[in-house]
């Protein structure tokens, strides 16, 4: 099993700040997946295959990696960016998420 | 527009049995591999179960395999997911999802979920 493990567990930022959410993955991956969760609502998928914006995802959200190392990076974070993102593999059953990284507006 | 939705979720004893549903549509569901993903209350996100276009093949984690079913009915553009043997780590938010994409699996729809709570 290919364990996900996303650093920071919480994190805090400030509006305009860059931020960046990583995710390592126990064994090499060819793609990673991510997802934002806002309270109470089902997950959305956000950015797909390492780098790819889902549809209607703003521009200032970008992903990046390879192999084992994955991140999520904000370039000026907003309000509505606050959220639990989660990072998810499908290279291989059992297909698994990292443990999720909650980002809040300071 | 894809909608996913999901019922059959409740209270359930342990060692009970529990058959959940997911309604499908906007999209061409035969086409789709389908999957249910499940969310302990506070918790992260676990894969379940994916079945393929057909529902000749299944997949399951070892924490459900043997216990959970997985199906669908093309027809009727449904997906379901038969759980046995219940247990109190089994209560969670069970989410039907789409699952897409060629060499590296993800899910691009997600319904709003529906709740098991395994409890004497």
């Known amino acids: 099993e290919i364990v996900l493990t996303q650093s920071p567990t919480t994190m805090a930022a400030s509006p305009g700040e860059k931020v960046t959410l990583t995710c390592r993955a126990s064994?090499?991956?060819?793609?990673m997946h991510w997802y934002q969760q806002r309270s109470g609502t089902s997950p959305k998928l956000w950015i797909y295959?390492?780098?790819k914006l889902a549809s209607g995802v703003p521009n200032r959200f970008s992903g990046s990696g390879s192999g084992t190392s994955y991140s999520l990076t904000i370039n000026s974070m907003e309000t509505e960016d606050a959220a639990t993102y989660y990072c998810?593999?499908?290279?291989?059953?059992?297909?698994?998420f990292g443990s999720g990284t909650k980002l809040e507006i300071k | 527009e894809v909608q996913l939705v999901e019922s059959g979720g409740g209270l359930v004893q342990p060692g009970r049995s529990l058959k959940l549903s997911c309604a499908a549509s906007?999209?061409?569901?035969?086409?789709?591999?389908m999957a249910w993903v499940r969310q302990a209350p506070k918790k992260g996100l676990e894969w379940v179960a994916t079945?393929?276009?057909?529902?000749?093949?299944?997949y399951y984690p070892d924490s459900v395999k043997g216990r959970f079913t997985i199906s669908r009915d093309n027809a009727k553009s449904s997906l379901y997911l038969q759980m046995n043997s219940l247990k109190s780590e089994d209560t969670a938010t069970y989410y039907c999802?789409?699952?897409?994409?060629?060499?590296?699996?993800?899910?691009?729809?997600w319904g709003p979920g529906t709740m098991v709570t395994v409890s004497s």
């Open positions: 079945i393929s276009t057909s529902g000749s093949r299944t």
């Open positions: 295959e390492t780098s």
């Open positions: 998810q593999q499908g290279s291989s059953y059992p297909l698994t």
């Open positions: 999802a789409r699952r897409t994409g060629r060499s590296g699996w993800y899910f691009d729809f």
């Open positions: 064994s090499s991956v060819s793609y």
């Open positions: 906007g999209f061409t569901f035969s086409n789709y591999y």
